[in-house]
């Protein structure tokens, strides 16, 4: 798979601002991507050493709008923890 359709894009909250202390770094990732293709996306688009890769899967929500109910979709993050003299620069 390609870098850019692998990583979707980087998940900023304050819970991972947190970890990026940790060196952890959050991002949306395609669903059908494997851990192996996550780390070669990284690696690849922001030139760092991946250490380990975690993933996890969100089920999307039921939403109520005027019209009915229509659900969101599905997300898929990973967790990604680099090299410690490695940085990731966001913004």
Same mark, same amino acid.
């Given at each position: 798979? %390609? ?33 192996? %293709? ?35 979709? %599905? ?10 003299? %490695? ?5």
């Amino acid at each position: 798979m %390609d870098a850019t359709i692998v990583i979707r894009r980087p998940l900023v909250t304050e819970k991972n601002t947190t970890a990026q202390e940790q060196n952890r770094y959050v991002f949306e990732v395609d669903r059908g991507a494997s851990k192996q %293709d996550i780390k070669r996306a990284v690696e690849e688009l922001y030139k760092v050493r991946v250490v380990a890769v975690n993933t996890a899967r969100r089920p999307g929500k039921i939403r109520r709008t005027r019209l009915g109910y229509t659900r969101t979709s %599905d997300l898929r993050k990973a967790i990604v923890r680099v090299h410690a003299e %490695d940085r990731i620069e966001l913004f």
